[in-house]
């Protein structure tokens, strides 16, 4: 599912004395099937994009295609919108309210009007793709989970909609390194199995390393970067002057060609860079 955004913007309280400039010349193309990072420091404005993708907010001007509908127009039906754009927000398992697993995950396809014959098995399927088993969980209260567990439910719940586009604000944001790795493995899978455009929210670089096909970065309410994301962090001192950082192991192949080595900075996996290294060392 493509989404196309030209010339977006969004002025918060436009004319008064707190009036502030949350987008401006907001250009983006995603195509269908991408996983997008979406990065950048506190106040830069990725929030308030996100928010956009989904009718939470009409932008001051600008427009923004999906699918080819332009859902900026005047009485665009939102309500079909959101069933094809999924929106799970920081913390999601905060909103969690029903009594069981299985309510919470059913009350999303539920309100859209998908016929109740179909729910138990969006529930089920929903569920599964997360990691989570409907027999084990399913009558359980939802406090009852881990937190991990509560985010997969969260998210669970919105994919029982079905959507084309899953939107995901800081989805490891809390998590454990074990729930943390879980999730993201869990999200890739997903992508693979479906083919599912998937934009995601983050401060983590190892994250975007780990799973996005583009790395688009803000910085006060413009997009500074938009590529893949071994390019991007190649602009590791500008990053660091903006509030950001780069992986680890982008650190460790700057330390070691400081020491002699020669390896390409775009190298951000764990193999590659091993392989770089061990190419190196048979070399002298």
Same mark, same amino acid.
Do not use: W
């Given at each position: ?12 309280? +436009? ?8 987008? %401006? ?6 195509? #269908?099937? &991408?996983? =997008? !990072? ?76 998908? +016929? ?8 089920? %399927? ?6 989570? #088993?409907? &027999?084990? =969980? !399913? ?146």
């Amino acid at each position: 599912m493509s989404i196309k955004i030209k010339d977006l913007r969004h002025v918060y309280d +436009p004319g008064t004395p707190y009036e502030l400039m949350a987008l %401006e010349d907001i250009n983006l193309n995603i195509n #269908d099937g &991408e996983i =997008i !990072g979406l990065i950048g420091h506190t106040g830069s404005g990725k929030s308030t994009l996100m928010q956009h993708l989904n009718g939470l907010l009409k932008p001051s001007s600008g427009s923004i295609e999906i699918e080819g509908i332009t859902i900026t127009k005047e009485k665009q039906n939102l309500r079909d919108l959101r069933k094809k754009v999924g929106l799970v927000f920081q913390y999601p398992e905060y909103q969690l309210f029903e009594e069981t697993v299985k309510k919470d995950v059913a009350f999303g396809p539920g309100n859209i009007g998908i +016929p109740a014959s179909e729910i138990d098995e969006l529930v089920s %399927e929903s569920l599964k793709s997360v990691g989570l #088993d409907v &027999e084990e =969980i !399913g009558e359980k209260a939802p406090f009852e989970l881990s937190g991990g567990q509560k985010r997969k439910v969260a998210i669970a719940g919105v994919l029982a909609m079905k959507p084309k586009v899953l939107i995901l604000d800081e989805p490891t944001a809390g998590l454990d390194p074990k729930s943390r790795d879980e999730l993201l493995c869990h999200i890739h899978e997903l992508h693979q199995k479906e083919n599912m455009t998937i934009i995601f929210v983050t401060h983590s670089m190892e994250d975007v390393a780990r799973l996005a096909d583009r790395l688009v970065v803000m910085h006060k309410s413009k997009i500074v970067y938009d590529d893949v994301p071994r390019q991007v962090f190649k602009h590791s001192e500008h990053l660091q002057s903006i509030g950001l950082d780069v992986p680890e192991l982008t650190k460790l192949v700057y330390k070691l060609n400081e020491k002699g080595f020669s390896i390409d900075d775009s190298l951000i996996t764990f193999e590659e860079i091993k392989n770089a290294i061990l190419q190196q060392l048979r070399e002298k």
